[in-house]
Each structure stands twice: as structure tokens, then as C-alpha cells.
């Protein structure tokens, strides 16, 4: 693909419903990262994986969260039981290499909504 | 632990007026730094980096210099256009946390024609 890919681009949840995010790498890509980020914030870091496994996840804010990645290829993101404060824009990135001097592709997320 | 700090915005300038956003970090060894931008209705991309002290990154007539004695990574632009306005984030990355970018909280600029 020519990019990022997530799903939705929004979404609008009821508080205590179960939402997932979806995020497609640009294929040949390593490492999709998942941000978190608030209106008027910068993006927070949630969780990032390598193929299938999930490396880090010390970013999620609670355990209501959490990302799989079962097929190496596009990974999602889950948020059970959601809350006002899990209001926010959902960003994935891809990068080539897992390098710190690397770009990372962002997609142009899933802006949620919890009413 | 690892953190940027941003100049707060807004910023609002006229067109051809110079620009500095102001951006300070605090990281434990050598860090990449980069400054991303958010056009309006676009996804975050990368406007430019730099991956060592004294490193000049450079875009679209964009420029910041990496310098470890202040810890700073200032973004200029002699001159702006209208379709700079954008939000503009300075972010770091460490080695040992393979990629993982810490951001600022952004800044909105707006030129004006």
C-alpha cells in the first residue's frame, strides 16, 4: 500500500463499550508503534511490536488496553470497557528499520470518541 | 526520564517573516532528534532530522542544529508561505529503546497572506 492504513478514521463509543482499532504497516515495514494522543498533546507512546511479538507495552494506561499482532501484518488495538478519558487520537507508525535514526510513517489515525 | 520540551504556541506570523520554534530535551546519551509536521486533515510526516551533535538537518528550507551543550534542536525558516501553517513537533529517539519517539506537545503556526 502506498501508506498507513488504520481503521476507522473515527469512531464514537458508548462509555463501557469495547472498541478495535486497526492499524496496516507499509508493507516490507518492520515495528508498528500505537500513540496515544490527546487534544492539544503530542502523540504518547502505548506499545510497539516485532513480527508477532509485542516488545514493549509499558506505554498502555491500563489494562483495559492491549494490541495483538497475529499474523505479523496488521495489528490491532484494543480498548475494553471504555472511559471519557480514553478520548483521543489513535496513531500507528511503520519504519523500515528498528534503528533510533529511523522515519517512522504515520497513518492518519482513528480519532475515538466516548460519550 | 526522556522528555522534549516545545515552545508553546499559537504561533501567527505574516508571510516572508522568519521563524523559531524553540525545542529543549532531556535524554540519557546520544539521541536522534527530528522535527514532524500535521498539515491540516494529514497524518504526522517527517520534516527533518538529526542523529548527531552538531548535525544540521535540512527540508523545504527548514533547518535545525543539533546541539548537545544546550540540549536544544530549534526549528528556523527565513521565510514562511501560507502553506507552512501546520503543527509542528520536535521528538527524540534513543538506541535502547529501538525507535520509540518521545514528542513535545506541538506547536500551531499560522502565516497569514
Known amino acids: 500500500g502506498a501508506g498507513v492504513s488504520q481503521s476507522p478514521r473515527y469512531k464514537v463509543a458508548k462509555r463501557g463499550q469495547d472498541v478495535a482499532l486497526r492499524c496496516d504497516p507499509i508493507?516490507?515495514?518492520?515495528?508498528p508503534f500505537w500513540y496515544q494522543q490527546a487534544l492539544g498533546q503530542g502523540p504518547e507512546f502505548l506499545t510497539y511490536?516485532?513480527?508477532?511479538?509485542?516488545?514493549?507495552k509499558s506505554g498502555l494506561p491500563s489494562d483495559r488496553f492491549f494490541a495483538e499482532r497475529p499474523e505479523g501484518s496488521v495489528s490491532t488495538l484494543k480498548i475494553q470497557r471504555t472511559q471519557q478519558e480514553d478520548s483521543a487520537v489513535y496513531l500507528c507508525?511503520?519504519?523500515?528499520?528498528?534503528?533510533?535514526?529511523?522515519?517512522?510513517?504515520f497513518g492518519q489515525g482513528t480519532r475515538l470518541t466516548v460519550v | 526520564g526522556d522528555s522534549v520540551t516545545q515552545m508553546e504556541g499559537p504561533v501567527t506570523l505574516s508571510e516572508e517573516a522568519f521563524l523559531t520554534i524553540n525545542c529543549t530535551y532531556t535524554?540519557?546519551?546520544?539521541?536522534?532528534l527530528f522535527w514532524y509536521v500535521q498539515y491540516p486533515g494529514e497524518g504526522l510526516q517527517l520534516l527533518l532530522k538529526?542523529?548527531?551533535?552538531?548535525d544540521k538537518g535540512s527540508n523545504k528550507g527548514f533547518e535545525a542544529t543539533y546541539r548537545k551543550e544546550t540540549t536544544s534542536f530549534h526549528l528556523e525558516k527565513g521565510s514562511v508561505q501560507v502553506s507552512d501553517s501546520a503543527v509542528y513537533f520536535c521528538?527524540?529517539?534513543?538506541?535502547?529503546?529501538?525507535?520509540?519517539?518521545?514528542f513535545g506537545r506541538g506547536t500551531q503556526l499560522t502565516v497569514w497572506p
Open positions: 535524554a540519557t546519551g546520544y539521541p536522534s
Open positions: 507508525a511503520s519504519s523500515l528499520a528498528e534503528q533510533p535514526s529511523t522515519e517512522a510513517f
Open positions: 521528538a527524540l529517539s534513543r538506541g535502547s529503546t529501538l525507535g520509540r519517539l518521545y
Open positions: 508493507s516490507g515495514h518492520v515495528s
Open positions: 538529526a542523529t548527531k551533535a552538531d
Open positions: 511490536f516485532q513480527n508477532e511479538a509485542q516488545l514493549d
